[in-house]
């Protein structure tokens, strides 16, 4: 009897094959599950749904739920538990197969887990110390973000997903900021700790935090370990990963998932292991889940395993290879479909993958704006780093690329099959994408030029005294560019709705019947949130009245009394405002009702 399976018959207490038994049958009973399900729903009364729709409705009206929309979610779910059905017949067909697989997975398990405490074991003494010590730096640089102002975005989430029960935080997707692994998370945490920005934003400071490690376990799965401390030194310290970090929204989770996706390909890669293979799909599946611009990081990791695979790396023939490549992108798209199956049985498969919100542009327009979106993201990617550094950080990125046979562990760069595959994808699409998408790459432009850096001390240093130099550098510049970001509140100042908080809180008590907070976007949504969160009545905003009028001015968004007037349609004099208070860039003003 193999160790692994002696372990798994410890686990069952019988005989070393039942525990895959168990796991097979636990599968297809789940996919049995998911297609019962979805076709028994779909019987559910008109009436039923409606009245259940209107009690979690703010206002107890929804247009939108009539009885075709009933009918096509009708459609939809009888097709989902239709697909479901099919893969659970194919699953009991595949009876054989599918065992084998399973058992080869668990069987790879346990070399996967030991092979991880062998690699902790060989790491250098230095890196067990400095790395949990980034992570507390991250922390403690990231945490005084947590309670700052809620974003547009941020309050948009709580208000219209995560403050409603799951079933319809998790189905309804019909703007593309429900990023559903996060909603999910932010309604796990208020639930637990109640409607607190800090707790809203805990799934997206945790993954923030998670990034400086898993970032060092990349660089080092891909490139020498010299650099790899640099790396995650940059990541704990960088203000726009820093920002996403205090900003409730998924794509912290994506740089995560991205991340994670690289050590797991690599390994997989090396050592043909079935358990990596699975963990990749599995974790590339809740990427997706996170924010569908998965698919660019997903793409191109996918196109340096098969590239990688042809060129010979590893030595096993490439059938070898390609077989679970293949497998573990079904994984993916599996696990995938199966996530978002609520979402696409009532909004449908075009709030995926043709959001009114996501349209392409005309080519002249999209050749125009390309290169502008590419120059803001290099800002963000550079706030509070000064030009030097910037410069050698850029020229280690290159060198890396050029001298990537002498850093590398790889032949083919995944730098190099991200930008092949990437590029043709955004020219297909025609969108200009707005400069967070590209926030996944971010680590992996840190941890590629910290390696170009190492490469070129490599040629400077005697060998024995690079990795110690690398450990200063990184311990050096992390405290330099963290120090820079909270002395000059880079991170912070991304925020353009601060100020609402407190003046919500100035609102409350000045607040009387026949008032009327006028607000726009993007002032409108935070302004619901925080009256929410209050206690005071949403009723007062933008309401047509005869009494006083408040004006809510935002001086990140261009605000004036007239524009707030003129995008609101509502009587007041702008000539006769007067300031009643001022907080960071927002603002009240008061109108009095003009004399007859």
């Not at 640099?230 to 991340?259: D, H, P, Q, T």
């Not at 996706?261 to 599995?282: H, K, Q, T």
């Not at 909004?347 to 993958?353: A, D, E």
């Not at 840190?446 to 311990?475: K, N």
Request: charged share 10%; net charge positive; aromatic share 12%.
């Amino acid at each position: 009897m193999s160790n692994a399976a002696f372990g798994l018959s410890r686990l069952t207490g019988n005989s070393p094959a039942l525990f895959p038994k168990i796991l097979y049958a636990f599968l297809i009973s789940a996919m049995l599950l998911a297609g019962i399900g979805p076709i028994c729903g779909s019987f559910i009364p008109f009436d039923v749904l409606h009245a259940k729709a209107r009690a979690v409705s703010a206002t107890g009206q929804i247009p939108f739920f009539t009885f075709d929309f009933y009918r096509e979610i009708q459609v939809r779910l009888r097709l989902i538990g239709a697909l479901n059905v099919a893969l659970f017949v194919i699953l009991a067909l595949m009876h054989a197969p599918v065992l084998r697989t399973i058992e080869r997975v668990l069987a790879d398990c346990r070399t996967l887990g030991r092979d991880i405490q062998s690699a902790v074991r060989l790491l250098p003494a230095v890196d067990l110390v400095v790395v949990p010590l980034l992570v507390v730096f991250a922390i403690l640089i990231r945490t005084p973000l947590l309670s700052q102002p809620m974003r547009y975005d941020e309050a948009y989430t709580f208000l219209q997903y995560s403050s409603h029960p799951f079933y319809v935080a998790l189905s309804f997707y019909n703007a593309p900021n429900n990023h559903l692994l996060n909603t999910l998370l932010v309604r796990a945490a208020y639930l637990t700790f109640g409607n607190q920005p800090w707790a809203l934003r805990l799934p997206a400071f945790l993954a923030g935090v998670c990034l400086a490690p898993s970032t060092y376990v990349a660089s080092r799965s891909l490139y020498r370990p010299a650099g790899a401390l640099f790396a995650a030194g940059l990541v704990a310290s960088s203000s726009v990963l820093i920002e996403y970090s205090s900003n409730a929204r998924g794509y912290g989770m994506v740089c995560l998932a991205f991340m994670l996706l690289i050590p797991l390909a690599a390994y997989a890669l090396r050592y043909r292991n079935w358990a990596a293979w699975f963990l990749f799909g599995i974790v590339a599946g809740i990427g997706f889940y996170a924010v569908p611009i998965m698919l660019y990081p997903f793409g191109g990791v996918i196109l340096w395993l098969i590239l990688s695979a042809l060129a010979g790396q590893p030595q096993p023939p490439f059938r070898d290879s390609i077989i679970p490549i293949f497998v573990s992108a079904c994984v993916t798209m599996l696990l995938t479909f199966e996530l978002y199956s609520p979402a696409l049985a009532v909004s449908g498969p075009s709030s995926l993958v043709a959001n009114k919100w996501v349209t392409a542009n005309r080519l002249p327009t999209f050749l125009h704006g390309l290169p502008l979106s590419f120059a803001s993201t290099w800002r963000d990617w550079n706030r509070s780093v000064p030009l030097w550094l910037s410069f050698i950080l850029a020229s280690g990125f290159f060198t890396a690329l050029i001298l990537s046979r002498r850093c590398s562990r790889f032949r083919i760069p995944l730098v190099v099959t991200l930008i092949f595959w990437i590029l043709p994808l955004v020219f297909i699409q025609r969108v200009i994408p707005f400069e967070r998408v590209w926030l996944f790459a971010l680590p992996l432009y840190f941890l590629t030029a910290a390696a170009g850096i190492a490469t070129v001390l490599e040629f400077l240093l005697p060998r024995r005294h690079l990795y110690a130099v690398m450990t200063l550098i990184a311990l050096a510049v992390s405290a330099f560019i963290g120090f820079r970001v909270t002395s000059t509140h880079s991170a912070y100042l991304a925020n353009d709705c601060r100020g609402l908080d407190a003046i919500v809180k100035f609102l409350k008590p000045q607040l009387k019947p026949g008032d009327s907070v006028a607000v726009v976007l993007p002032s409108d949504i935070p302004l619901y949130y925080y009256f929410q969160k209050e206690g005071l009545p949403a009723s007062f905003i933008n309401a047509p009245t005869s009494g006083r009028r408040l004006v809510v001015v935002n001086e990140a968004a261009g605000d004036t009394v007239s524009r707030v007037l003129a995008a609101t349609k509502l009587p007041g004099d702008a000539a006769t405002a007067r300031l009643l208070t001022k907080d960071d860039l927002a603002s009240v003003y008061e109108i009095l009702p003009q004399k007859p």
